[in-house]
């Protein structure tokens, strides 16, 4: 009897930690993809920009998805604006207006942030939101946002609004801009109206 327990606890003492292992893994994050390598396509390191811009985000040797798609090699990007910290496998990314999250698999964004200086760096983060085995994370870049001036300002608007531009000029001041006349659900709910349609179409008077 006492050898048989003795026996069994020397069998636990060497399968317990064959079945803790794989949840030890676990808490450090998913396996990063061999090679995989994320960068900051634009703007440059360096680089001045004018106002709002496009950031544009690289990824190499692995795919990017949404949020909770838990395909092998995948994951989705994460912004760090003015961020100066150290990663951890399996970390949570934190979400707050430093830490973006492209959750539904965004390769680009544009930002527009505070004229001055400021650092961009871009994580992968797994399904979850956690930061791979080891991090997948780009070079910091550090850029400046110059404050555009006022005829800057104007060709700017001008370029974006393009086609659009010579018909707000035509509202009258004050006015508000209405491209399309709008319409209200009582134009096409009306009990008049389906009176008038089924009159129409029935050949009544
Ligand atoms: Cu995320």
Redesign the pocket.
């Known amino acids: 009897m006492w050898q048989t327990t003795s026996r069994r606890l020397a069998w636990l003492a060497m399968i317990v930690p064959v079945l803790l292992a794989p949840a030890t893994a676990s808490a450090r994050g998913t396996k990063a993809p061999k090679d995989a390598r994320v960068y900051i396509i634009t703007p440059n390191d360096g680089e001045t920009v004018t106002g709002a811009f496009w950031c544009r985000f690289g990824l190499r040797n692995m795919g990017v998805t949404h ?1 909770g798609d838990d395909f092998a090699g995948t994951g ?1 990007h ?1 912004l760090l604006i003015d961020v100066d910290e150290t990663f951890e496998a399996g970390q949570e ?1 934190p979400r707050d207006k430093k830490h973006i ?1 492209y ?1 539904a698999g965004e390769t680009e964004a544009r930002l527009e942030l505070s004229p001055g200086k400021h650092t961009l760096q871009l994580v992968v ?1 797994d399904s979850r ?1 956690l930061h791979f085995d080891p991090p997948i994370a780009s070079e910091k870049i550090m850029i400046t946002v110059a404050r555009p001036n006022a005829s800057e300002e104007q060709a700017r608007v001008s370029r974006n609004t393009g086609g659009r531009r010579a018909i707000l000029e035509r509202a009258a001041p004050g006015e508000p801009q209405q491209l399309h006349p709008e319409v209200t659900p009582d134009m096409t709910k009306s009990p008049e109206s389906s009176d008038f349609i089924s009159r129409v179409l029935t050949g009544t008077k």
């Open positions: 949020a989705h994460h990314i999250h959750a983060g939101h």
